[in-house]
């Protein structure tokens, strides 16, 4: 990984869900943060795949898994996961939040919709 390149240790999450499945009404199964503004998007697995479209849209080529436990990072551009550094706090969206989440908007075949 580019030193730094594309991490901003000091951008926020934008949210403790998926921006776009926030403003959409939709749903998500992981999160994933970018690495660089602090977009948070849903993974290549969910219905919409948010995050990946942010990186292409933005150029933005790193995300951190904004799950609990987990803080690996993935580089778009050679498409390998990495270590990298803490990144502003909160690291992981609410302990309380489901996965797939949100409460409320899971489809119960959300299992059929997974890429
Ligand atoms: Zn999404
Ligand atoms: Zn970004």
Same mark, same amino acid.
């Given at each position: 990984m580019a030193e730094s390149n594309g991490i901003d240790p000091n951008a926020v999450p934008?949210?403790?869900?998926?921006l776009e499945c926030d403003a959409s009404g939709g749903w998500w199964f992981h999160l994933r943060r970018? *690495? @660089?503004?602090g977009h948070i998007g849903c993974c290549d697995?969910?219905? *919409? @795949?948010h995050a990946t479209a942010h990186a292409r849209a933005s150029g933005h080529p790193l995300i951190r898994s904004f799950e609990p436990g987990e803080s690996w990072f993935y580089d778009y551009r050679d498409e390998q996961m990495y270590d990298g550094p803490q990144l502003a706090p909160?690291?992981?969206?609410?302990?309380?939040?489901p996965v797939p989440g949100p409460a409320g908007r899971?489809?119960?075949?959300w299992q059929d919709h997974l890429h």
């Open positions: 934008s949210g403790p869900g998926c970018c *690495a @660089q503004c697995a969910s219905p *919409a @795949q909160p690291e992981y969206h609410p302990l309380d939040q899971v489809p119960p075949d």
